[in-house]
């Protein structure tokens, strides 16, 4: 345990903020490599991550002491929004009905009244696209997402 209080500030952000950072390519990785288009939720999911890793080079530049508490901000807010879409995806709760219906944004009139276009479907917020061990991307983002709030946390709480 000794060796656990003996971690600086600035490693454990690092962890953090390069945590956030693979998180990210992650997503890239199983959107642009995988073919998995996200739904509007993921990318609402990316967002929080992306700004842990600006606040990692903000903290590594500035060395401000408020860094590691908005890096725990951003990485309980990812945290939250995934446990949100993993109960949308279970039928906790719903979720507004464009994410569970496809879009028809950027459609002309005469495309939505022309019978032989067929119509784009966006992913939709409810479906699981992929799972491991049981756990959708969306609740492995919230588990891990908090074990990566939680490592800010400690960051903010040591002395430089």
């Not at 276009?117 to 908090?146: E, H, Y």
Request: aromatic share 10%; net charge positive; hydrophobic share 55%.
């Amino acid at each position: 345990m000794r060796q656990v209080m003996e971690i600086s500030r600035k490693t454990a952000m690092l962890v953090a903020g390069l945590g956030s950072a693979a998180m990210l390519a992650g997503a890239f990785g199983f959107q642009l490599i995988g073919g998995l288009e996200p739904c509007h939720l993921c990318l609402l999911q990316r967002w929080p991550h992306a700004a842990a890793v600006l606040i990692l080079a903000l903290a590594l530049v500035t060395n401000w002491r408020i860094w590691p508490w908005l890096g725990a901000l951003a990485a309980a807010t990812t945290a939250g929004i995934g446990l949100f879409h993993a109960g949308v995806e279970l039928g906790w709760w719903e979720y507004i009905s464009t994410c569970t219906q496809g879009s028809i944004a950027g459609l002309s009139a005469a495309d939505l009244l022309d019978p032989s276009k067929t119509l784009p479907t966006a992913p939709r917020c409810d479906q699981i696209p992929w799972s491991f061990a049981g756990i959708s991307m969306a609740g492995w983002n919230a588990i891990v997402s908090a074990g990566l709030a939680l490592v800010w946390l400690f960051a903010a709480t040591r002395r430089a």
